[in-house]
């Protein structure tokens, strides 16, 4: 025979019949074997062959036995034969394939050294072959594995005996052997017989040399390897569970992550049903009683849609005693229940809606395990099998304690984040403002929305009418998250309205607001690290239309014109707040009537996924897209911006439309510094008001601007200017001089002659003030339009 081992396919006898009966295929082995020829027998039913009764064929994939078959010359031939069904595939019908060796099947010769091959009687599964691949010997212990015996096995070859594309592998294994006359291993996972599920097998196979040293056939031993395969693929499903499970700071996905990793690695069917802290005080308890009511936080099942169809994920149930659920927590421990042990039936028969789902899926086993972490019951998961065979062992419960742990501790720090987030937000949204004020000068849409992982921050942002109608925007950004930037926002947004309140400028308002962070990071100690912040100040006057702006360290805002495309407003940068003794410069635009700023903090262009000038970008193209109002432009942007999931920092948005005051609602004149013109300036504002429709406002203004005029000619200094400024709801009185001392409230006594003036403007307006300028100072009072009018 030559070195490239031409096989005689002529040795076996080999036939093929459909699943009707039919034969398909006959080879020349068999044409040898029976003296019938291809096309003779070849379309006809295989029962013609027959000289007994037919064979009821089992519904397994293999059978072997011995038939009486019909020889061309009429007499009758007992042959044993091996048949394998192959099922179905492209539409076609199913077959079996019949093979039966005719050659090998004598005893090997005294001094064949394939005989010699030893070890018959060991426990190992050893088998050998010869230079085509026949089988010549195999022992006992590879007799039960392959579950055929030798003498009726002898001459097939290998592929012969296991079928699959793993006897394939396995047979390329032999032939480099043969070829190389070297050992090889080789792993893998197949039934080589009748068993009822596979097996991981490690084929070791070496050359079978005669005395001359030639390679005359190979010897296999196959180890079952399926427990060290299955302790390596539990070990690689807790490494995975390390790695998968706890992704987020989210307990519900937390929980899904469990059931996913546990299906179908473990189970067939996995539920996580949790506690509710709420019923326990806000905190868990470390035993529970039955009854228990549990919520469902996630499951997952090997078929589609099944879990559906008993509980859906946030639906709570109250599970008695004697479910696995409250029996498994009552215990404190893992509870295995199946149906050979007898426990199932009561353990699943105490909800009909379960036990109709035992029955229609055939649930044989279940395992309950307690989701404990840190002393805490936080809930159970319950694994279920029904599809595959085995219940559940002694390592499954120690693998399903193992993942279920550390799945609880992530839950865990879940939860404890989610009640820390939860209590920060509140805190935040406390802080923030609840609803934007109406005004004349602007039209504002604000958005606020919480980091989705590194937590609440202290993003913030504020709209504060002013004198004058004017009005201040504010956007800032605290260093840090959680409750302590939250609490350090609040402070800072509280200063900037009391700073406001005072009408300073933006540079000098931000230049207090930077001592305030000093001081509050001393306090904070630890020389201050970690307390500091960014802030925007703008102020916007709607009689002149210009916009006075400072930033500490912020974003400089983007402006859109209304016949423009966005850009962004180039503003002195200033320090971060915090850093103290550093200047801040203030800058003054102007702002046609309908010009939209768009104020923010820098989560919302930074994050890991792009660079801020791409962000910065996105933000002027999904600014100066077209919208219908300033709320839809808000949503727009934050759509285009963050992602899915949602933005890794915090992020506040204030978008503000401007508005301009007509020149017929703005009165202004001079004031001469003389007591005795100031009943004439009285009846130039009380005609004024009368021209605009307000003179039912006409004896309050009258009144308050008689005492604003005569404290001015009497305690001020020239010139002296006059402005009442009206919009639909405010009347706003102002008096201008050069002189920087500011008047004071106070309270006349019985005999004083003054003193009553600024408190009868106080009694008389919704509220009044000052304020300084670069020229001197202006005393404002608003008086409510629409109270006059009621």
Excluded at 513 to 527: I, K, P, S, T, Y
Excluded at 581 to 588: D, K, Q
Aim: aromatic content about 4%; some cysteine.
């Amino acid at each position: 025979m030559s070195r490239g081992y031409p096989f005689d396919k002529a040795a076996t006898a080999r036939a093929v019949i459909d699943d009707d009966g039919t034969l398909v295929e006959w080879n020349e082995g068999a044409r040898r074997l029976l003296g019938h020829a291809a096309e003779a027998v070849v379309g006809h039913p295989a029962t013609d062959l027959l000289t007994g009764p037919a064979p009821a064929l089992p519904r397994r994939s293999r059978w072997h036995g011995t038939l009486a078959l019909r020889h061309h010359d009429g007499h009758s031939v007992d042959v044993w034969l091996l048949a394998r069904h192959h099922p179905a595939a492209d539409g076609d019908g199913g077959r079996w394939t019949l093979v039966t060796p005719l050659t090998g099947a004598e005893p090997p010769a005294e001094d064949d050294p394939l005989a010699e091959a030893g070890l018959i009687q060991s426990p190992c599964a050893i088998a050998v072959y010869d230079e085509e691949l026949r089988l010549r010997r195999m022992n006992d212990a590879m007799a039960a594995v392959s579950g055929l015996p030798e003498e009726h096995a002898r001459g097939l070859r290998f592929t012969e005996l296991v079928e699959g594309p793993q006897s394939e592998e396995l047979a390329r294994g032999m032939r480099e052997v043969l070829a190389t006359g070297r050992p090889l291993d080789v792993r893998t996972f197949m039934r080589a017989g009748n068993e009822q599920r596979a097996h991981a097998w490690l084929a070791r196979m070496a050359p079978v040399k005669d005395r001359a040293g030639r390679v005359r056939g190979v010897c296999l031993a196959a180890h079952d390897v399926s427990d060290s395969q299955r302790a390596r693929q539990r070990l690689q499903l807790v490494n995975e569970a390390s790695v998968r499970i706890g992704t987020t700071l989210d307990v519900t996905r937390t929980a899904q992550e469990l059931a996913d990793m546990c299906v179908p690695a473990l189970a067939d069917f996995v539920t996580v049903d949790l506690l509710d802290p709420e019923e326990y005080g806000g905190e868990p308890p470390a035993r529970v009683a039955t009854p228990v009511t549990l919520r469902r936080a996630a499951h997952r099942s090997v078929l589609e849609g099944v879990p559906e169809a008993v509980m859906k994920p946030g639906q709570t149930e109250r599970y008695p005693g004697g479910s696995p659920q409250a029996d498994s927590l009552t215990a404190g421990r893992t509870i295995i229940a199946s149906k050979i042990a007898g426990d199932m039936s009561a353990w699943m028969n105490w909800n009909s809606a379960r036990t109709r789902s035992v029955r229609l899926f055939g649930i044989h086993s279940a395992m309950s395990v307690p989701v404990r972490a840190r002393g805490l019951t936080l809930g159970v998961a319950v694994f279920i099998r029904h599809r595959r065979p085995d219940g559940f062992d002694a390592d499954d419960r120690m693998l399903a304690e193992e993942i279920t742990a550390r799945a609880a501790v992530c839950i865990d720090n879940a939860r404890r984040y989610s009640r820390e987030r939860e209590t920060a937000l509140a805190l935040q949204r406390s802080l923030l403002p609840r609803t934007l004020p109406h005004t004349a000068a602007l039209e504002v849409s604000s958005r606020y929305l919480p980091a989705a992982r590194a937590g609440v921050g202290g993003d913030w942002f504020d709209v504060i009418p002013l004198s004058g109608l004017r009005v201040a925007m504010v956007v800032g950004d605290v260093v840090g998250h959680g409750i302590q930037a939250s609490a350090t926002m609040g402070r800072l947004r509280t200063a900037v309205r009391t700073l406001a309140d005072i009408d300073l400028a933006p540079d000098e308002l931000l230049t207090h607001l930077d001592d305030l962070v000093v001081r509050l990071a001393e306090e904070a100690g630890d020389g201050g690290a970690g307390v500091g912040a960014t802030c925007l100040y703008a102020v916007y006057d709607p009689v002149s239309r210009a916009c006075t702006l400072a930033r500490a360290g912020h974003p400089p805002p983007v402006l859109l014109p209304p016949a423009g495309r966005p850009h962004e407003l180039d503003l002195p940068a200033g320090p971060p707040l915090g850093l103290g003794g550093l200047p801040f410069e203030s800058a003054e635009v102007r702002l046609a009537e309908g010009t939209v700023l768009a104020l923010y903090t820098d989560g919302l262009v930074k994050s890991r996924e792009r660079e801020s000038d791409i962000g910065r970008a996105m933000l002027f193209e999904a600014l100066g897209a077209p919208a219908r109002s300033l709320d839809a432009s808000c949503d727009h942007i934050l759509r285009t911006l963050l992602p899915f999931g949602g933005a890794s920092d915090d992020v506040a948005l204030l978008l503000a439309r401007t508005q301009g005051l007509p020149a017929s609602q703005v009165a202004t004149w001079d004031i001469p510094a003389d007591p005795a013109l100031v009943a004439p300036i009285r009846k130039q504002a009380v005609e004024q008001l009368d021209v605009w429709g307000l003179s039912e406002a006409t004896f309050t203004a009258e009144l308050v601007v008689s005492e604003l005029v005569t404290n001015a000619i009497r305690y001020g200094a020239r010139p002296i200017r006059l402005r009442l400024i009206h919009d639909a709801a405010t009347l706003t009185c102002e008096v201008s001089d050069t002189n920087h001392t500011a008047p004071h409230l106070r309270r006349a006594k019985i005999f004083d002659e003054g003193g009553r003036g600024l408190l009868l403007v106080a009694q008389l307006t919704q509220r009044w003030g000052s304020r300084y300028t670069a020229a001197g100072k202006t005393i404002w009072a608003e008086l409510s339009v629409l109270e006059e009018d009621r």
